[in-house]
């Protein structure tokens, strides 16, 4: 086999070898590498000025010129004109090393060429002197790929290479190049390329080839290709296979399956609503026609950020937006909160995760709708604090409000004392014996002990007046003030520094005196020091919790004789 200038000479009959799209209208030099402007000029100048360096890192996403640049870079160093920013690309060297068969021009695959003992083989060939140019350029795509061995072999080589050599490094993944390889390179970031780049690049390509193919599908090329000017010209050249008059975005949706803007619209004014039967139902009609499900997810997260970047700023035209007509966003933004579209979104992505593995990807799909429809997350924020607000409103009017009938009737005709039957007497709790101290400051317990509650709930204790409201203070004088608890984790919970210290200080506040809190563990009622209705409150809240506990748990109540 001979390949000569394009053509196929087997056996006597010559064929024309189609090239793809890419190969054919790969960039031959810097004037002609679209959309990486930056870099262009920083290597025409340091060419011009003859400060090549000898390691260089391409680094960026796929199909953004990377192998391309290093070969124009490899051209401009060994054209007969060389050192030049401008290859001519008819001379022998330049037509070699873009035939690929260039002595002095290598590309490594690190893909699969990874290990150590490949690395081993360039050391040593290194040292030898360029065939026919003037430098010898090795291109190692994918470099991330090599092992950690090879990386190590390759650091001497790289800092110190001989001064014919030059290395270029390009890879998709910088963040795993070693930092010891970063800092012996110049790194060159290249960008994803604009879709109005990429559109203006595919018209007149497909102008040249005689493609048939209209604006919109164009279009719908170049945000499919997501800054890849490779993955364009693929898709491009997919296309010109389909043999028709004119190809428009519905072929170009048919041949890459996607699915209509109608249906992802439907789709989204289903989700919005919560409408779970239409959501099924729209799922359901589009899968039939052989949809992947994984793929209409991916297209839903797309509309839904084009409705988050409309809703963020609705007059910026910089960003590239999935869909473009701005009725349907305008529409659909205004019945969604941002805070919606984040969980949408996160619901989405975590349904496309699932459905790349799962055996079952519809599943994943369905699973990733339903939850959509039943977000918890559509309340906007002042809604919720309004919410919280008449929620704290109605335990202060629990805790601190006026005492009702029922309550009254129960403080005037006090019950007598009931005990609730125990398993075992052995298990009761023993109680500790509760030492009094005659009051020395003004107001009983009582009232020290309500001003003390309503305080607590006038700053906002509301925790604290949780745990404190289940005790009793049932004795104060100059130093101390003793309050009951008839639950050990309430006394305890009192107890700690927290508690204590907003409690000691409050007390202080409201008697004048510098008091330390005991906390006692008890169940009885109050001592005699009190008066008779703190007797009857403490009667009544047993009463109301006994109660309570028996319509919860059952149980038989024996009056004690």
């Given amino acids: 086999m001979e390949y000569l200038t394009g053509n196929i000479v087997y056996k006597g009959v010559r064929a024309m070898a189609y090239l793809a799209l890419y190969r054919q209208w790969r960039p031959q030099d810097f004037d002609n ?88 083989e360039l050391r040593e060939t290194v040292k030898f002197m360029p065939v026919e140019g003037q430098r010898k350029v090795y291109i190692i795509d994918e470099v991330h790929m090599l092992t950690t061995e090879a990386f190590n072999a390759l650091l001497k080589t790289l800092e110190e290479p001989p001064g014919h050599v030059v290395f270029i490094l390009a890879t998709t993944e910088p963040h795993r190049i070693p930092a010891t390889i970063h800092s012996r390179c110049q790194r060159y970031d290249f960008r994803r390329i604009s879709a109005k780049t990429i559109e203006a690049r595919l018209k007149m390509i497909a102008s040249e080839s005689g493609i048939p193919v209209t604006a919109d599908a164009i279009s719908l090329i170049a945000a499919h290709a997501e800054g890849g000017m490779r993955d364009a010209l693929c898709i491009l050249d997919q296309c010109s296979g389909l043999d028709l008059p004119k190809i428009d975005a519905e072929e170009i949706r048919e041949l890459l399956g996607l699915v209509g803007h109608e249906w992802v619209w439907k789709m989204a004014d289903a989700l919005i609503d919560r409408n779970v039967a239409e959501s099924l139902t729209l799922l359901d009609n589009i899968m039939t026609l052989g949809k992947d499900g994984r793929q209409l997810l991916l297209e839903m997260i797309l509309h839904l950020r084009s409705i988050m970047l409309y809703k963020a700023s609705p007059d910026i035209e910089s960003i590239e937006r999935y869909s473009s007509d701005k009725t349907i966003l305008a529409a659909q933004s205004e019945r969604v909160g941002h805070s919606e579209l984040v969980e949408m979104i996160r619901l989405l992505h975590e349904g496309a995760n699932d459905a790349r593995w799962s055996p079952e990807p519809r599943i994943s799909v369905e699973m990733a709708l339903l939850s959509m429809c039943r977000r918890g997350g559509g309340e906007d924020i002042t809604a919720l604090l309004e919410r919280i607000s008449a929620l704290e409103n109605k335990l202060n009017s629990i805790a601190v409000g006026p005492v009702s009938s029922k309550q009254q009737q129960d403080i005037e005709n006090p019950i007598p004392p009931v005990r609730v039957q125990q398993e075992s007497p052995a298990r009761k709790p023993k109680e500790a014996p509760l030492v009094v101290a005659p009051a020395a400051v003004t107001g009983d317990a009582k009232t020290i002990w309500a001003a003390l509650l309503k305080q607590l709930v006038s700053d906002g204790k509301r925790t604290v007046h949780a745990c404190v409201s289940q005790g009793q203070l049932v004795a104060i004088d100059n130093k101390t003030a003793t309050i009951q608890f008839t639950s050990q984790f309430t006394k305890d919970r009192t107890e700690k520094d927290d508690f204590r210290v907003l409690l000691e200080k409050m007390l202080t506040q409201l008697t004048g005196h510098n008091l330390r809190i005991h906390c006692v563990l008890g169940s009885s009622a109050a001592p005699s020091t009190a008066a008779p209705v703190a007797r009857a409150d403490k009667a009544a809240e047993d009463h109301s919790a006994l109660q309570q506990a028996v319509e919860m748990f059952g149980g038989k109540v024996i009056t004690e004789e």
């Fill in 33 to 120: 590498l679209i959309g990486q402007d930056h870099i262009n000029v920083t290597l025409k100048n340091a060419i011009a000025a003859n400060k090549v360096a000898h390691a260089y890192l391409f680094a960026g996403p796929r199909g953004t010129g990377k192998t391309s640049t290093a070969k124009i870079l490899a051209k401009a160093l060994n054209c007969v004109d060389a050192p030049t920013p401008h290859p001519c690309n008819v001379c022998s060297a330049c037509e070699r090393i873009n035939n690929g068969n260039s002595m002095d021009v290598f590309e490594i695959d690190a893909a699969s060429n990874r290990g150590i003992d490949e690395i081993r």
